[in-house]
């Protein structure tokens, strides 16, 4: 089953397949840098920076369709804000993590 | 024809907003940024409409925030409409900001183009009736001047040719 629904997307654009493909790869193209930035801050425990490189994507999951991966972010992201049950996060964030390299493996294709 | 400076720390987001403005205003000018400071040095550019993110630091770190920003852009330039667009659900951070003078915050959701559509052609009819209002006071001050010519002239004519 697929995770992206390009629903939103194909509105915003009235179909313009060029425009639909730019901003695609520009969100496919940030995934790997957004994988890597949070994981590296949840491994040194600075939330701070979890709190601010997920508040940045998740956005964009809503216009991709993510709409599970997009809970999924505001939980991370109030976990980490409020500084309770951080232990959570790591498991939550693998979860989004597996979200994002489904919808680049799907939008990529 | 209005400058439009977007400023947005996610890449997505910026090229988003940017070709939404520029379908919407085929017309208008759009600069695009990824921190304030980089903005901020670019105000030469006169821009009349600023789109402005709240959290600009998940790139660059210590990039200055977009309360920050506003109230910088504030100082500089008071009656430029700016439109907060930020993931930021906090009520908090949404007052703070119409209260350090953004024109409208929009949180970025599915409805969030649509908003901003409604808030730029608001603030957008400001600035015509604002340039309106202007040019009207210059038209009024050259008139004025007019009339002060000629009641002059009227006055002299008649105390010295009579």
């Known amino acids: ?109 | 024809m209005f400058r439009f400076f977007v400023i947005d720390d996610d890449a997505t987001m910026r090229e988003m907003v940017s070709d939404f403005v520029k379908r919407k205003y085929p017309d208008a000018q759009v600069f695009t940024f990824e921190t304030g400071e980089a903005a901020l040095v670019e105000l030469h550019r006169k821009p009349e409409i600023f789109i402005l993110d709240y959290q600009l630091d998940s790139k660059v770190a210590g990039a200055m925030n977009g309360i920050e920003v506003l109230k910088r852009i504030k100082e500089l330039l008071p009656h430029t409409p700016i439109l907060i667009l930020s993931s930021q659900e906090d009520p908090q951070v949404a007052s703070d900001t119409i209260l350090y003078g953004a024109y409208d915050y929009i949180v970025k959701n599915e409805n969030s183009f649509q908003r901003l559509e409604i808030m730029i052609n608001n603030s957008t009819g400001h600035l015509s009736l604002n340039k309106m209002f202007r040019l009207q006071k210059s038209v009024n001050l050259i008139l004025g001047i007019l009339f002060l010519v000629v009641l002059g002239f009227v006055i002299y004519n008649r105390l010295f040719n009579n």
């Not at chain 1, 639909?20 to 425990?45: H, S």
Request: neutral net charge; aromatic residues 10%.
């Open chain 1, 1 to 109: 089953m697929k995770i992206t629904d390009l629903t939103w997307l194909v509105k915003f654009t009235n179909g313009d397949e060029a425009r639909m493909k730019k901003y695609t790869a520009l969100f496919v193209q940030q995934i790997p840098t957004f994988i890597e930035t949070t994981g590296n801050a949840i491994d040194k425990k600075d939330f701070d920076q979890v709190a601010r490189s997920i508040h940045s994507f998740k956005a964009q999951l809503l216009y991709f369709g993510l709409k599970e991966s997009h809970h999924l972010a505001e939980d991370i992201e109030l976990i980490c804000k409020r500084g309770t049950a951080q232990n959570d996060i790591k498991e939550k964030f693998l979860l989004l993590k597996d979200h994002c390299l489904q919808a680049a493996q799907e939008l990529g294709s």
